[in-house]
């Protein structure tokens, strides 16, 4: 990894340098939102395809950290009859590692089950208005495990029959799902929160890009592609101590943070699928659009497989990480000029979190869990996973361009569902963390700035999942009073400390629509 940290010239500013951090992702590939289908096997598996990760210090609660994880991309409001469940063969986790050496210090791990009262009797997946998550018209339910893991595999649950929060399945069979949202809620022994449901997704950004990067002239901008999907979301709020390394987060602030599915291989037969075997990685996902734009198509399964202690060993992976490819596009097509390769500064945001102790050539210190006042650096690890100094309080005027807009309690120090990762990274790559300066020739982005729906001002912040059909005409549909959307207008961006975005691929859905979903780490058991 030597070779990789050589040092480059400083950078002009500290919040440009800071900000190509964001550069970790915003590569034209696959299409995908964000991690949407990103690698040819996963995009035949929605239901365990990781799409996005937040990571934030809750805004109304500072002594905690809030961790939103995303399945199932791209859900269509009107997919029935079956819907969007979770799989009950799978594990779905949500892992930290505060000590660097890229193995999880903690799992949280979500197993699920099924309580179907359909039988023979019925398609539908309610017969009649659903109120709460106890109606007995609700015919299809489920239920979820919660358990936590640490480094030396011991595990203890913290739920054990846990209420999903449904799909929202439309105006009329759930007249207000914030009611069956609240219900999820579910307390942590020790303190804490979980909640398993639907949510909007939280990803917003124009997918033209994927069209020679906006129309080759950014005529195409504007338009919020995933504007009315729905995603799975998981979500849970813990004390910082949980986390840090040695329960300390005023010495050992810094962890890192990725969410991984694991599944058993399907024996099929004729109306049949029978799990059986080990469980193996499927999908994985820490910053956004790793997997979906720098690697190649022929890395991309494997990446979702791959552990991050052995991200550093990929010797065809660090190669597109110091020669990106999004740079060269823009340049052949926008005729903007490439920073210089080798690029060591996406080597420390990728691999190392951003700090002056590995030796790369961004000069701060933000991110790295070599920041940790307690950490070994003889057994740092080099690892791609989202990263969050948990010492960085939440502002009270957050700014959609995180650290580039000189807010470093946004991307990429974590994630929040406000951040504008897609602008972020669209100036970063193009030069702006090397010049110091914004790039003028892109500097409106894509022009979607915000979520079309507001996200909530406590736990779990996210927004509530649309009712509506994507290809309903906005201005003149029946918005159900839930959805905090006023007309076709966004209810402005939240308050400081939801998390935000990134984008790219393009999505698809199960049998329907249109693109995609993405990846996971195995973690310890």
């Known amino acids: 990894m030597n070779a990789l940290h050589k040092r480059r010239k400083p950078l002009v500013m500290a919040g440009a340098l800071l900000l190509s951090t964001a550069l970790a992702g915003f590569v034209p590939g696959t299409a995908g939102a964000s991690s949407h289908r990103e690698a040819p096997l996963i995009a035949a598996d929605p239901t365990v395809d ?236 820490g910053n956004p659009l790793v997997n979906e734009v720098v690697s190649s198509v022929a890395l991309k399964d494997a990446f979702n497989g791959l552990t991050p202690d052995k991200d550093g060993t990929v010797k065809p992976l660090l190669d597109r990480v110091t020669s990106p490819e999004v740079p060269k596009l823009l340049e052949a097509i926008y005729k903007l000029k490439a920073p210089p390769t080798p690029r060591n500064d996406l080597v420390e945001i990728f691999l190392t979190g951003i700090t002056t102790k590995a030796g790369g050539p961004i000069k701060a210190d933000l991110n790295s869990q070599l920041n940790n006042a307690d950490v070994n650096s003889k057994k740092f690890v080099p690892s791609e996973m989202l990263r969050l100094n948990t010492s960085i309080a939440p502002t009270q005027t957050p700014n959609r361009l995180g650290v580039l807009g000189g807010d470093l309690q946004g991307f990429p120090n974590g994630r929040r569902l406000a951040d504008d990762v897609v602008d972020i990274e669209l100036q970063a790559l193009a030069g702006a963390a090397q010049s110091g300066q914004i790039v003028p020739a892109l500097a409106a982005g894509d022009k979607v700035d915000t979520n079309d729906r507001a996200f909530e001002q406590k736990f779990p912040y996210v927004a509530l999942p649309s009712n509506m059909a994507v290809n309903t005409n906005t201005s003149v549909a029946n918005v159900a009073p839930s959805a905090n959307v006023i007309g076709d207008m966004p209810v402005g961006p939240m308050l400081g400390g939801a998390a935000g975005a990134l984008a790219l691929a393009g999505g698809g859905l199960w049998m329907w629509r249109r693109r995609q979903s993405r990846p996971r780490h195995a973690a310890q058991s």
């Open 50 to 285: 990781n799409t996005d990760v937040y990571a934030f210090v809750s805004p109304d609660n500072p002594d905690t950290v809030t961790l939103v994880a995303n399945w199932f991309g791209l859900q269509e409001p009107n997919g029935g009859p079956n819907f969007y469940p979770w799989a009950t063969d799978a594990r779905y986790d949500i892992n930290i590692d505060n000590d660097g050496d890229a193995k999880p210090d903690l799992t949280y791990r979500w197993t699920f089950e099924n309580d179907d009262r359909r039988g023979r009797n019925t398609f539908l997946y309610n017969n009649g208005p659903i109120t709460s998550l106890d109606d007995e018209n609700l015919l299809f339910r489920q239920n979820y495990k919660l358990e936590v893991i640490d480094g030396d595999g011991r595990d203890k649950t913290l739920v054990r029959k846990g209420k999903v929060a449904p799909s929202n399945v439309g105006q009329a069979s759930i007249p207000d799902y914030r009611p069956l949202r609240d219900q999820a809620i579910t307390k942590l022994p020790g303190g804490g929160m979980s909640y398993v449901g639907a949510a909007e997704d939280s990803f917003f950004l124009d997918l033209r890009v994927f069209d020679l990067l906006y129309g080759g002239d950014l005529s195409e901008v504007g338009q919020d592609t995933l504007r009315g999907y729905n995603v799975n979301t998981i979500a849970i709020q813990v004390p910082k101590a949980h986390l840090a390394l040695k329960g300390d987060a005023k010495r050992n602030p810094v962890v890192g943070i990725w969410s991984d599915t694991e599944r058993k291989t399907m024996r099929l037969s004729p109306g049949q699928a029978k799990p059986e075997g080990p469980f193996v990685q499927v999908s994985r996902l």
